[in-house]
C-alpha cells in the first residue's frame, strides 16, 4: 500500500450542513481550525471541501495536501478552488482530465478559449467528465470551470480510467467514471510526491478525492466488457483495459507511477494500429 492516505469521499453523504445568514462572514484571516470552533463558523458553508474539512477535523487530521477531481460543467471542483483561496488552506486543487476534453488545455495552457475541441474528440468519453464536442469553453457561459482556482492538472487515458474503476470494485469500492478517473490520478500523484512513510498520519502526504457517483449506471457501460470491446476497441479494446488494471494494482501494491508504467506498458504496437487503420474489419 501507498505510504500516504487517500480517502474517498462521498459526495453527497448527507453530512453536508446548509449554509444559513452567517454564509460569506468569515474573514479570510481564519486558521484551519478557527473554521471549527463553535462561532457558527460550520454552517458557513454548503461547499463539499468545508464537509471534508469537517470528517477530517473530527479525525484529528489536518487538511489535505491535494484535492483531486475531475470537472464536468466545472462547477464542483471550482467552488472548492474558491473555497481554498478564500480560507488561505494549504491545500493545492488538482483537475483530472479525461483523455480527449479540452479541460486541460483551457487551464494549463489558455487554450480553447475561442476554438471547441470538436475535431479531437474521441468517443465515448468518460460519462460526466471532459468538455470536448460543444464549442469553445468561456467561462461562465459554456463552462464553470475557473482555471485560477485550480493548481495542477493531469490528463489520464480513458482506457486507464476504466480500468481504475473496475479495480477500486475488485478491493469493494463501487464507484463510477470520474471516481476511477480521480483514483488513478491520486495514485499517479501519490507516487511523484510521496513523503517518509510515517506511522503518524498528520506526516503522512494525503490526498482527497470524490466519489461522486456510485457503478451503478455503468453496470452495461464502463463495466460491460461487450460495450467496453465495441466503443474502446480504437483505444487497444479489452487488452489494454487488462494492461492498464495491472498497472493500478501494482501501483496500489507497491508504489509507482501507474499513469507511467501503464503509458510504458500499456502500448498498442504499430502494426496493431496500421491494421486497424487500413484493413475494413
Ligand atoms: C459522475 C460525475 N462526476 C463528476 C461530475 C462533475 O461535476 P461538475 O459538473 O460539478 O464539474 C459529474 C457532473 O455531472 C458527474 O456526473
New binding site residues.
Given amino acids: 500500500m501507498h505510504p500516504c492516505v487517500v480517502v474517498l469521499v462521498e459526495k453527497f453523504s448527507g453530512g453536508i450542513t446548509k449554509s444559513n445568514s452567517r454564509k460569506g462572514s468569515l474573514n479570510r484571516k481564519l486558521t484551519v481550525q478557527q473554521l471549527f470552533l463553535g462561532n457558527g463558523n460550520s454552517k458557513e458553508s454548503t461547499n463539499v471541501f468545508h464537509e471534508i474539512l469537517c470528517q477530517l477535523n473530527d479525525e484529528k487530521v489536518g487538511p489535505p495536501h491535494f484535492f483531486v477531481h475531475?470537472?464536468?460543467?466545472?462547477?464542483?471542483?471550482s467552488s472548492v478552488g474558491r473555497y481554498v483561496k478564500k480560507y488561505l488552506i494549504p491545500t493545492e486543487v488538482v483537475l483530472a482530465d479525461s483523455e480527449f476534453s479540452i479541460y486541460y488545455d483551457y487551464v494549463v495552457n489558455q487554450r480553447f478559449k475561442r476554438e471547441g475541441g470538436e475535431p479531437y474528440w474521441v468517443s465515448p468519453g468518460m460519462a460526466?467528465?471532459g468538455f470536448g464536442y460543444s464549442g469553445p469553453a468561456m467561462h461562465g457561459k459554456t463552462t464553470s470551470l475557473q482555471p485560477s482556482v485550480i493548481d495542477l492538472a493531469f490528463k489520464v487515458p480513458d482506457l486507464a480510467s476504466t480500468a481504475a474503476m473496475h479495480f477500486l470494485k475488485k478491493i469493494g469500492i463501487s464507484g463510477?467514471?470520474?471516481t476511477g478517473l480521480n483514483f488513478i490520478t491520486a495514485l499517479s500523484l501519490a507516487a511523484q510526491r510521496r513523503t517518509n512513510s510515517s506511522n503518524n498520519d498528520n506526516d503522512k502526504l494525503r490526498i482527497v478525492v470524490l466519489l461522486?457517483?456510485s457503478s451503478t449506471p455503468y453496470e452495461d457501460t464502463y463495466f460491460n466488457f461487450s460495450w467496453i470491446s465495441e466503443k474502446f476497441h480504437s483505444h487497444g479494446g479489452i487488452p489494454l483495459l487488462k494492461c492498464w488494471e495491472r498497472a493500478i494494482e501494482h501501483s496500489y501494491k507497491h508504489g509507482g507511477d501507474p499513469l507511467k508504467r501503464g503509458s510504458l506498458k500499456c502500448k498498442r504496437s504499430f502494426s496493431d494500429r496500421y491494421r486497424r487503420r487500413h484493413v475494413p474489419l
Avoid: L, P
Avoid at 475531475?70 to 471542483?77: D, F, K, M, R, W
Fill in positions: 475531475s470537472a464536468g460543467t466545472g462547477g464542483t471542483i460526466g467528465t463510477g467514471t470520474s461522486a457517483d
